[in-house]
């Protein structure tokens, strides 16, 4: 039997570097190898950093509803990444009797979290995604937790968890570089500089006495808080900003570190819904452990397979301890990174999530 066409929805930009742009394309990619045509619907500027301002992201992100409009039949499937504004593809996908497929990614509080100005319509947004959940066929979470959240917002919709993964061809153990400007012994955190990925805890940490002098924090990314970055690096020696790396050459200089950070902080229902973050996933499949923050999901992938250290929230002082910890015995530092590894082969590549993501198609 075939398998139905996938559109597929993505109204935030997928810029390669951030997570968004690898759970897009990967779960895309392992769709097109079980058999789904798919297609994406994202914006023109996917491809660089520099977006237009409010008024021409709302008018891209109608010309691309427009867009999937037009191209869908009945039978279709849209796979939405789940949007506050993503209702006129979901309205028109009704109307064909299309199937409707939301994948959640958080809580509405992630959009006033990124975006303060948009607390003032507060209710309104939050009406208009917890609307698009309700009419959805199937919603996918990435988080039990996020899974017992969407129970408790909507009634109807089948509800199913597929976590992030790590695409294990490129994040693995045997990673190279060709960098020649890393330091000899470091810890590195990537990713997008969004307010709640502890960029402040992360900078508190290397200026706190307790981290080791002889190690080094690697930064790879950009956004929102990159000023912060910019700065703890041209005062800090400890601190190296890498900027913006193209996503084949992230997985060499995970490797070559002792360990990955992702010191997530308190914004938003963390306690209430849980983090599967995609670095997580991708610094254990290149064979160094995480020290992650202590929030479900992160937290028990790391404890239930003794591959990396769980720190408190927003304490710098923790977070210096622990790469302390990594830095004083390298070879137990390698062995928990391994076990990371062995786990993301495993159970959690992107192929394994596209097969899932694929039946939960077939079952709405």
């Not at 237009?52 to 869908?72: D, H, K, S």
């Not at 959640?104 to 959009?111: A, Q, T, V, W």
């Not at 509800?159 to 810890?187: C, H, M, Q």
Request: proline share 7%.
């Amino acid at each position: 039997m075939s398998k139905p066409r996938v559109l597929y929805i993505a109204l935030e930009s997928p810029r390669e570097g951030q997570a968004s742009y690898a759970h897009v394309h990967e779960i895309i990619a392992g769709l097109e190898r079980i058999g789904h045509q798919v297609t994406l619907f994202a914006p023109r500027y996917r491809d660089g950093w520099q977006r237009p301002g409010l008024v021409g992201r709302l008018w891209e992100y109608l010309v691309i509803q427009f867009q999937l409009c037009l191209a869908l039949r009945p039978g279709d499937v849209i796979y939405v990444r789940s949007h506050f504004l993503a209702v006129l593809a979901s309205v028109w996908g009704k109307v064909l009797g299309c199937k409707l497929i939301q994948e959640i990614n958080g809580p509405y509080e992630d959009l006033f979290i990124t975006y303060p100005w948009t607390a003032r319509f507060e209710k309104l947004l939050t009406w208009l995604q917890r609307w698009q959940f309700q009419v959805a066929s199937a919603l996918i979470c990435v988080t039990p937790q996020l899974k017992t959240w969407v129970g408790k917002q909507v009634n109807g919709p089948l509800i199913e968890v597929v976590p992030n993964g790590a695409n294990t061809d490129l994040f693995k153990p045997e990673a190279v570089t060709s960098r020649t400007d890393l330091p000899e012994k470091y810890v590195c955190f990537f990713g997008g500089f969004a307010r709640w990925q502890g960029i402040e805890t992360m900078i508190g940490a290397v200026d706190a006495p307790e981290w080791p002098e002889d190690t080094k924090l690697v930064v790879i990314g950009d956004g929102q808080q990159r000023d912060l970055v910019e700065g703890a690096a041209k005062r800090n020696p400890k601190l190296q900003w890498l900027g913006r790396l193209n996503y084949r050459e992230v997985p060499g200089v995970v490797a070559r570190s002792i360990g990955g950070l992702v010191p997530k902080n308190k914004s938003g229902d963390r306690d209430g819904t849980g983090l599967f973050p995609l670095k997580v996933f991708e610094t254990l499949a290149c064979g160094a452990p995480a020290i992650v923050s202590d929030f479900p999901g992160q937290a028990d992938l790391i404890r239930e397979n003794n591959c990396g250290l769980v720190v408190p929230p927003e304490d710098p002082k923790a977070l210096a301890e622990a790469v302390a910890q990594l830095a004083a015995d390298p070879a137990a530092a390698r062995e928990m990174g391994l076990r990371g590894a062995a786990a993301v082969q495993r159970e959690h590549s992107w192929q394994a999530r596209a097969e899932q993501t694929s039946e939960i198609i077939a079952r709405a």
